[in-house]
């Protein structure tokens, strides 16, 4: 079963930059779609940014267009977020998600990792 790790969140100030890392446990990770979720205190799982494996193709949503780049490591089985002009209400736990093909439901989560941006 493929397993998930993120990793690169932290504490930052507004207008700074990160950049989260995503390794799957298998290699390489050639189809689907590896993606990015992201869930603040007290709201509901929301989606950030997808990359199909397939063809590079990426999907973000309007909340992060301009900011946030989704790209695949050299590696193949990573995916990563730059996140850049970090703002407070981009404070969440980050989650990378995969699915098999991209016509299913994301299936397969990492454990997630805490991004706070201060104002």
């Known amino acids: 079963q493929v397993q998930l790790v993120e990793s690169g969140g932290g504490l930052v100030q507004a207008g700074d930059s990160l950049r989260l890392s995503c390794v799957a446990s298998v290699r390489p990770f050639n189809s689907g779609t590896m993606g990015w979720f992201r869930q603040a205190p007290g709201k509901e799982r929301t989606f950030v940014a997808e990359f199909y494996l397939s063809n590079s193709r990426t999907n973000y949503a309007d909340s992060v267009k301009g900011r946030f780049t989704i790209s695949r490591g050299s590696a193949e089985n990573t995916v990563y977020l730059q996140m850049n002009s970090l703002k407070p209400e981009d404070t969440a736990v980050y989650y990378c998600?995969?699915?098999?093909?991209?016509?299913?439901?994301?299936?397969?989560w990492g454990q997630g990792t805490q991004v706070t941006v201060s104002s």
């Open positions: 998600a995969a699915r098999l093909t991209d016509t299913v439901p994301y299936s397969i």
